[in-house]
């Protein structure tokens, strides 16, 4: 079972925008959803998962990573079950394969940056950055 959807990847020019968004699915995985900080992370081939962002569970603090802080949005929708990344000024060093995550424990806050503060993931979504 799938615990999270990520959505809205896609090929865009250099300077250009996307949102993406990433819901929750099943029953018991959605009760607790707005009660789970969440972040961002980006793929490339033959790297680690890189921090993007994270938001907390109320989605009053948010953390980015330096090379997309200024460009890069997370926000979340709690009524909705869902987590979004408004991506602004994009470059080709973006492109990447975006995953969505969730905190295991609840209420945290937003200082969390590496792959194992997370425990549920999406499938990913595939964003590719021309120049």
């Known amino acids: 079972q799938v615990d999270l959807v990520e959505s809205g990847g896609g090929l865009v020019q250099a300077g250009g925008s996307l949102r993406l968004s990433c819901a929750a699915s099943?029953?018991?995985?959605?009760?607790?959803?707005?009660?789970?900080?969440m972040a961002w992370f980006r793929q490339t081939p033959g790297k680690g998962r890189e921090f993007v962002a994270t938001i907390n569970w109320s989605g009053t603090s948010t953390n980015y990573a330096d090379s997309v802080k200024g460009r890069f949005t997370i926000s979340r929708d709690n009524a909705k079950n869902a987590v979004y990344l408004q991506m602004n000024s994009l470059k080709p060093e973006d492109t990447a394969v975006y995953y969505c995550?969730?905190?295991?424990?609840?209420?945290?806050?937003?200082?969390?940056?590496?792959?194992?503060?997370?425990?549920?993931w999406g499938q990913g979504t595939q964003v590719t950055v021309s120049s």
């Open positions: 099943g029953r018991s995985f959605s009760r607790t959803f707005s009660s789970r900080a």
């Open positions: 995550a969730a905190r295991l424990t609840y209420y945290s806050g937003s200082d969390y940056e590496a792959p194992e503060d997370f425990g549920s």
